[in-house]
């Protein structure tokens, strides 16, 4: 994933926050970070930590649409999250800067060459989320559960370039990211166990095929 910041010097980063009026908060752990904040008007670069975006609907389930993790950008521009039924609850201490959206659009600062470099990291960084957000899409098309467990894991063996990995969540955020049923997941991951098609110890897991 593109940092926002690639290629910009640490002092001109400083200078280039200051430039955009940044302010940095820092939240505990389950904190709905949306609830005093509204993410029409800005963009937030999570510094430490790690945030899930979950959409809860009538009956109370909760389903995780997005993982934000140290380094990530999310705001109006990258993700939906004008609607009631949206929060974004931190998994652990986390540190945000938050950035207003005019200040970025603000053309008084365009003539820095950090600037444009920035704009060119932004530009990039939100291709790479749709990329992401069109890999989700995909994965929720499979027709059977093993299948969503499959590719899921497939897609984090790709992302971490290694057969063994650690399932960034916990199973029960997994069966909701999936939009499968948590005991229905875990029969199939016994299966798959079973099988030969995967190891595991908990959340870290080793493909075998």
Not at 180 to 191: C, G, H, L, P, Q
């Amino acid at each position: 994933m593109t940092n926002l910041f690639e290629n910009i010097p640490e002092k001109n980063i400083d200078k280039l926050l200051h430039i955009l009026k940044a302010n940095t908060s820092h939240y505990g752990k389950n904190v709905d970070i949306l609830s005093n904040l509204n993410m029409t008007e800005y963009i937030a670069i999570i510094n430490e930590g790690s945030l899930s975006l979950i959409f809860n609907d009538y009956d109370g389930n909760k389903i995780v649409l997005e993982e934000f993790k140290k380094g990530d950008v999310f705001g109006d521009l990258i993700s939906t999250t004008k609607s009631q039924e949206i929060s974004c609850i931190t998994r652990e201490k986390v540190e945000i800067t938050y950035i207003e959206l005019k200040q970025i659009t603000n053309t008084e600062i365009i003539r820095t060459d950090f600037y444009i470099i920035f704009i060119k990291n932004l530009i990039k960084l939100l291709s790479e989320q749709v990329t992401n957000k069109n890999e989700r899409i995909e994965l929720l098309t499979k027709k059977t559960t093993r299948d969503k467990i499959l590719a899921y894991f497939q897609k984090i063996s790709q992302d971490k370039g290694n057969k063994n990995f650690t399932i960034p969540i916990s199973y029960t955020e997994l069966a909701n990211y999936l939009s499968v049923d948590r005991s229905a997941m875990a029969r199939e991951i016994k299966y798959l166990k079973t099988e030969g098609f995967i190891e595991t110890n908990g959340r870290k897991i080793t493909l075998l095929y």
